[in-house]
């Protein structure tokens, strides 16, 4: 399967832990998106990499998240001292440019106790 | 909030009946796209119209962009029991995607 991948696809946590995830998007595209869903909402856009590059981040990013994504490659969005406010689904999206549809992971959803 | 906004939120319709939903947004676009999501999985790709184009069809969808009235709308013809899930339109701002809430259709067999 040549798809989006994202691991793992469920998380728990207490509360105050740090969480990382993981993207691996479809070979060769530039462009990687990490979004956050809640239930019954559509995604937030979190932020976005050009290849190694990140070059947008969302004001809903605080500063408990951070985003690499080394060498432009796979992507992992870090969370610390979570919250119960951060539970939701976390969805990765790659596309070959900023002009072309996503292509989304199936998503990491994200528990916090 | 730049976000896009579905309307209907919910549609139930009867299998074969074409289904319409709108988006309206507040910013310029670059393209504005429309996904689909099924209950409880990922977001899949049906169809993206450029900010210069004012129609668009692919198979049973047809999309129509007014950039002037910021709003798209989505027809689906001839509508299955495969097509209930929920429709996201993206707006595409800059290189930043903003989606609406989605409009929740359901089609009964």
């Known amino acids: 399967d040549t798809g989006v991948s994202q691991d793992p696809r469920h998380k728990i946590t207490k509360r105050g832990q740090n969480v990382t995830f993981r993207c691996d998007p479809i070979s060769e595209h530039n462009r990687l998106y990490w979004y956050r869903q809640t239930l019954g909402q559509g995604p937030e856009f979190l932020t976005y990499f050009q290849n190694e590059a990140q070059l947008e981040k969302s004001r809903l990013l605080s500063d408990r998240f951070s985003a690499e994504r080394p060498k432009g490659s796979f992507s992992t969005l870090e969370i610390q001292r979570t919250e119960q406010g951060d539970s939701a689904m976390y969805l990765c999206?790659?596309?070959?440019?900023?002009?072309?549809?996503?292509?989304f992971g199936p998503g990491t959803r994200l528990t916090v106790l | 909030s730049q976000q896009g906004e579905e309307d209907p939120q919910a549609l139930s319709i009867q299998e074969g009946e074409n289904a319409t939903m709108n988006c309206s947004y507040k910013t310029s676009i670059n393209n504005l796209q429309w996904y689909r999501q099924n209950s409880g999985r990922g977001l899949v790709h049906l169809i993206l119209i450029r900010s210069n184009e004012r129609e668009k069809h692919s198979g049973r969808l047809r999309v129509t962009l007014d950039t002037s009235k910021k709003s798209s709308s989505l027809l689906i013809t001839a509508s299955r029991a495969a097509d209930t899930a929920s429709y996201f339109c993206a707006t595409d701002h800059f290189n930043k995607f903003y989606f609406g809430s989605g409009t929740k259709l359901n089609v009964k067999p």
């Open positions: 999206a790659s596309s070959p440019t900023g002009a072309d549809e996503q292509f």
